[in-house]
């Protein structure tokens, strides 16, 4: 498609649309758990931020991960840097796995199929390969706390989807 309107902006996008409807797909379904995610991660992100919670002094302030403040943030984590790289480090790895586990669940178009489909299937295997990356950058600008928060869940749905294709295969 892009290779036959590319030039024409706006004919790319209404067949874009055209072709989403005719197989039944919305373009932004991929996007659907991690709009759900957003409200819980902006809780967290509160709970390592803000000074009082219900009118009280937030305890979470005070607590830290092997010295780090849970509230730091990388420009401001000082003897608590190495913290941060490791918690990032991992992110990296994690983002990493989830990135190799996403392409090998993508099902690939079939050879000799339409073009145009084939160059969506393409395009969306490119950016859910690499959607996953987007948490190593938030863990790196928000409070190690929340860091802290993305990196566990990230990893425990690496480890649920592992453990699902595992099971389902047997």
Known sequence: MRAKHGKDPERLQKEMLELHRREGVSPVAGCLPAL?????????YRLFSAPQIAGQDNALLHHTLFGAPL??????????LPVFLGLIAISLVVAYLTMRQTRASLIAPAPGGDPAQAQVAETMQQVMSWLSFGSVFAVAVLPLGTGLYLVTSALWTLLERYAVRRLVTL
């Open 71 to 80: 509230t730091a943030h990388l420009a401001t984590a000082g003897t608590g």
């Open 36 to 44: 759900v995610q957003m409200p819980v991660i902006m809780v967290v």
